[in-house]
């Protein structure tokens, strides 16, 4: 049965050339056409003999995984692909042309087991972790749509990515690897729903990867609602490990809130919001909601978010509005399944 070089993984390439009885810098050369040239069929390697192409059409059927889908939506050009996987599951990932930067928002899971109640991930379930090479070929099959190398990763698609910290790291070693992609590690956003071990691991990693946290509510009540995790890792526990990140990192967090009507739009909610940003490094991102079908929650009002924004500024915290990428095809923040049309 032949298989598909990236869901198999790196390693398993490896012990094939070994079998095939090749030499051991093939694997090399393959990796070089795919994350330097990003070539993508073995017919293409120019420097590898016909007979080792042949004997590797006949392990790996292909190098990339089939895409069911490619969506582009044509007020901001955003991409999204529906990969399907090996064993048959489906994945998106989305990429997002900016000026001058090309951001390539990558999933971990598939599905996610927070089920924040906005979320379309949420109310999928979770079926499974993604592998690291599975997460490194999304970057693969976005640059092959896109024609661009990403200048961003921002692993803020389907499920918690410290759920799945040991392949989610190997991924990033995968991209930031001079043999890799050789991205810098500055260039990388990890987004959690909250997950303090996570947050705590990531301040001993070496390099610079960002961190995000979907904060949305500043009020244990209202989070554990909104965002489950919550009830495992209470704001003042959250609070506690974003003061040791920002003091040992020196770096900045982005706090991610969802505007929500009548849910966390209100003044004590603003208020709730500078407090836990108090002390920290911080910037506030006011992301849109995107309504989808199953799901309760509207956007809050224009007047609510200038209000947000204007009494967050005023308390000299940094915010910025986000606008939403991809909405008309369900590639917005919260919007990821593993379908594609709007059902
Ligand atoms: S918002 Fe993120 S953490 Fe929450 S359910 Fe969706 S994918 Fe999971």
Sequence with gaps: MTKCLF?????????????????????NQVRDWIFKKFVF???????????DIKKLKEVYSKILPPVEKYLVDKADQTGK?????????????????????????????????VKCLFCRTGKQGFTRNLSAEEIVLQVMVLVKKTG????????????????????????????????G????????????SGHVQGILELINRPGEVNLAVSLHVANDDARDKLVPMNKKFPLD????????????TGRRVTMEVVLLKNTNDQYNDLMNLINFCEGLIVHVNLVRFNNFKECEFEAASDKNEKE?????????????????HGQNI??????????????
């Design 7 to 27: 869901s198999s993984g790196f390693e398993d390439l490896a012990k094939t050339l070994t079998e095939l009885n090749m030499p051991a810098f093939r694997a």
């Design 41 to 51: 069929s073995f017919d293409e390697m120019s420097n590898i003999s016909e007979s």
């Design 81 to 113: 692909a529906l990969i399907k996987l090996s064993d048959g599951e489906l994945i998106e990932a989305v990429a997002i042309p900016g000026n001058n930067t090309m951001t390539f928002c990558l999933s971990t899971q598939v599905g996610c087991p």
């Design 148 to 179: 661009k190398k990403p200048t961003n990763i921002v692993y803020m698609g389907m499920g918690e990515p410290f759920f799945n910290s040991e392949e989610l790291y190997r991924s990033i070693d995968i991209l930031t690897d001079p043999k």
């Design 181 to 192: 992609l050789g991205l810098a590690t500055r260039r990388i956003t990890i987004s959690t």
């Design 237 to 248: 526990v959250l609070k506690k490990a974003l003061t040791e990140y920002c003091s040992k």
């Design 308 to 324: 947000f924004k204007k009494e967050l500024k005023k308390a000299g915290i940094a915010v910025t509005v986000r606008s939403s």
């Design 330 to 343: 369900l590639a917005a923040c919260g919007q990821l399944s593993g379908k594609t049309q709007k059902d």
